[in-house]
Structure formats: structure tokens, C-alpha cells
């Protein structure tokens, strides 16, 4: 299949920034906002067309392994900001790193996540300094830290000014003053700051970003994917394993209808995208242990909204954002986000609607143990009986996975 891995990532940016929004309280687009100045240096560089491809690529993936690292070191999220200033947070960096080893870049670079916040001094997490930093994890590091910082989606003269003056005084210290000295020229062309502000910036960027066509098998697109299932379920600890579970029932599944291997492929992705909507939903509802009152209720049933929004702009993904967005629709149309009703819904929607339920239900929860089989199988039926699910999908599932 065509699937063009930037085009994916500047697709799913936005609930990316999610995370960064709900853990370090940055402003929305950050993340479009780094991959943009980081691209404007890239270009002033003269890096190589595919080379900054991958700037863009890596400024969108930087903080990939934040929500493991959080995960691994059970992180309260109403204490982030102690842990954001302690030495385990450059364990994201670690995680991030190693997360992208199997992505399809189009150069060969190492550790550009990994050292994304060294200073140019060498105070860093791994104190490495000086030019011994990749050029393109400095320029990351120069974006990411400005915009943390001053915030600059809107800058007025008077930030302006405060931003110049500072980067001035990091000439050899936080940052490369060839960088600063490249920054000062970019910001002062027109139009650059307005490109920054969020009615702009998604324009602003795919207007820069190079064009080049990258052709890729269904099965390489599923090793990426992995990848994001693993960031969507590290989000809450309610849901470690559900995305991959939920994956692995689908293939199982699959093989018992004798699908053919490419949809049986594009289902799989399906599954490990389901709720990647999620990452837009605060942790606070997420990882809420008491029932969830009637607003918190109605944010979170936004998540298929997301995931729809995210998946449903990338070519070759027409059937996979279907599939993985109605995966909370119902047979008699009291589902969302679209209120879908039977005729509306495809044997692969209803397919991963139900096996979504028989996962959730069969999965452990900090709040709950497993059910059996026989436990899920029985809320199955009655939700077929009731018309909310497929009759015949619920018998089948019975069937594949009785003796398991």
C-alpha cells in the first residue's frame, strides 16, 4: 500500500499534543510548532531534502516515551512537575529512542531523540555537549525548549524582545550559537511569527515539508504501529495491554473467517488504533477510579471522535479509520460518536465493536479482576439480545475462544 509515514504523523500530531498538554501543560500545536521551527532551521542548514523530512518526523516523535516513562515509574500525574525536575525523567528519552529504531526514516541518524534535551554545555541528562549532539536534536531541543518557555504560538513585541535577549545569553550554554545566530535571521523574515499561531501553523508546516513518495507493505505499516499501540495504552494504567489484546483477538479471529492477509492486516491496525482518540482525553477522567459523572462521561465518549479526526485524513486509510472509529457504535443506534445504526455498520466495524467488549471484559483492571469467558460471553448475548451487538459475531467469538 501507499502509506506515507510523515503524512501519518503530522495526522496524529494533534492528540499527540494531547499528552504534552496533559502532563507538562504545554500550549497546543507544541509539537507541529517544534517540527516547524526545527524544519526552518534544517532548510537554513542546507540538510538534505530527506533529511529534513526527518526533522519533522523526530520534532513530532520527541516525547514518544513519555507516557512509558511516566507508566514504568508510576508517576502520580498531580506530581509531574517534581518529576519533570528529578533525573528518571530522562528515562523518556531512553524509551523514545528505542521506541523508533523500527520507523521508516529516511536517513540514518541515532540518538536524535535520545539527546533532545542536552544543552550545547553539556549539562544535559547524558552530558553530551558541543557538536558530539546531533545537529537535528539540537535543533529539536533549541524548538522545544523555546516554545516550552515563551510560549510563542502568539508573540507581541514585548515577548519578542524577552525571547531574543535570552537566547543571546545561552550563546554556548544551553544552546549552539550557530543556531541562535540561524534563529535570529529566520525570525526576522515576514510572516514567520504569524505562521506560528495555531490558526496557521498546520498549514505553515505542510506548506514547508518536502514532498516524497514512500511506498510501504501492509506488514511494515503493522511494526510502526505497534509502536503507537504501546503510547496509547501507556497513557492510562487502567489499559496497559488492551490495544494489543485487542489486536492479537482480531488476528485470531481473522484466521477463523479465512480473511485474506492484506484486510485481515488492515483489521489488526485497526485494533492497535481503536483509541488512539484517547490520547486527547485528560488522565484525570482516564485513570478515574469512581464512576464517571454525566460531563466526564460525555468527554470521554469523544475518544472515537479523535480517532476518527486522526485516521480518516490519511490516504490508504479509509477502511482502517472506519473500522477503529465505530468500534462504540450499536446496531440500534444508541452508540457514538455517530449514532450509527445496523445498515450503517459494516461486518468489520461490528467485528472489532464486539471483540473491543470481549477484551475490556476478559482484560485485568487495577479496579477489577478478569471475567471468564463464560462471564463475558454471558453480557455479550445479553447486549446482542438487546440489539446493541452482532448475534452471530458474539456466537462465533464463543466458539474461537471457549477452550482458550
Known amino acids: 500500500m501507499e502509506f506515507k509515514f510523515n503524512d501519518f504523523l503530522m495526522s496524529i500530531s494533534t492528540v499527540l499534543d494531547f499528552i504534552e498538554i496533559d502532563i507538562l501543560s ?81 536517513t540514518k541518524h541515532k540518538n ?46 514585548e515577548k519578542k524582545e524577552k525571547l531574543i ?48 513518495e514512500q511506498k510501504m507493505d501492509i506488514d511494515e505499516v503493522l511494526k510502526i504501529m505497534n509502536i503507537f499501540s504501546k503510547i496509547i495504552d501507556s497513557k492510562s494504567q487502567f489499559t496497559q495491554k488492551h490495544s494489543d489484546g485487542l489486536a492479537e483477538k482480531i488476528h485470531i479471529m481473522c484466521e477463523s473467517y479465512n480473511y485474506d492477509h492484506n484486510e485481515k492486516m488492515k483489521l489488526v491496525i485497526a485494533g492497535k488504533l481503536h483509541d488512539i482518540g484517547k490520547l486527547a482525553i485528560p488522565i484525570q477522567i482516564l485513570d478515574k477510579p469512581k464512576k464517571l459523572d454525566d460531563e466526564e462521561i460525555s468527554i470521554m465518549k469523544k475518544h472515537s471522535y479523535y480517532t476518527h479526526k486522526c485516521l480518516s485524513n490519511i490516504d490508504g486509510f479509509d477502511d482502517v479509520a472506519r473500522w477503529a ?25 461490528r467485528l472489532v465493536a464486539c471483540l473491543d467488549i470481549y477484551q475490556a471484559l476478559t482484560e485485568e483492571r487495577p479496579y477489577k479482576k478478569p471475567f471468564s469467558h463464560k462471564e463475558a460471553i454471558g453480557i455479550l448475548e445479553t447486549m446482542a439480545l438487546n440489539n446493541e451487538i452482532d448475534s452471530d459475531i458474539t456466537i462465533d467469538i464463543d466458539e474461537v475462544f471457549k477452550c482458550g
Open 26 to 106: 504545554v500550549e497546543t500545536n507544541h509539537l507541529k510548532r517544534v517540527a516547524y521551527v526545527s524544519l526552518k532551521l534544517a532548510q537554513y542548514f542546507d540538510l538534505t531534502i530527506k533529511e529534513q523530512i526527518d526533522t519533522v518526523s523526530f520534532s513530532i516523535l520527541h516525547d514518544n516515551g513519555l507516557t512509558q516513562t511516566l507508566l514504568d515509574n508510576k508517576v502520580r500525574y498531580d506530581n509531574l512537575k517534581e518529576f519533570y525536575l528529578r533525573e528518571s525523567f530522562k528515562e523518556h528519552c531512553i524509551i523514545g529512542e528505542r521506541n523508533i529504531r523500527s520507523f521508516p526514516f529516511l
Open 112 to 157: 536524535i531523540i535520545k539527546y533532545h534535551h542536552e544543552t550545547y554545555d553539556g549539562k544535559g541528562f547524558f552530558k553530551v555537549k558541543g557538536i558530539d549532539i546531533p545537529l537535528i536534536a539540537q535543533f529539536i531541543a533549541f524548538a522545544d525548549y523555546i516554545d516550552f518557555v515563551f510560549k510563542y504560538k502568539k508573540v507581541d513585541d
Open 165 to 212: 535577549k535570552y537566547i543571546k545569553e545561552q550563546k554556548n550554554k544551553r544552546f549552539n550559537p550557530k543556531i541562535i545566530d540561524a534563529f535570529l535571521k529566520i525570525s526576522n523574515k515576514d510572516g514567520f511569527w504569524e505562521s506560528l499561531r495555531d490558526d496557521n501553523i498546520e498549514d505553515s508546516l505542510k506548506s514547508e515539508v518536502p514532498s516524497y
Open 325 to 349: 472509529s465505530n468500534h462504540h457504535e450499536k446496531l440500534n443506534g444508541s452508540g457514538y460518536p455517530k449514532g450509527l445504526k445496523a445498515d450503517e455498520l459494516d461486518f468489520n466495524s
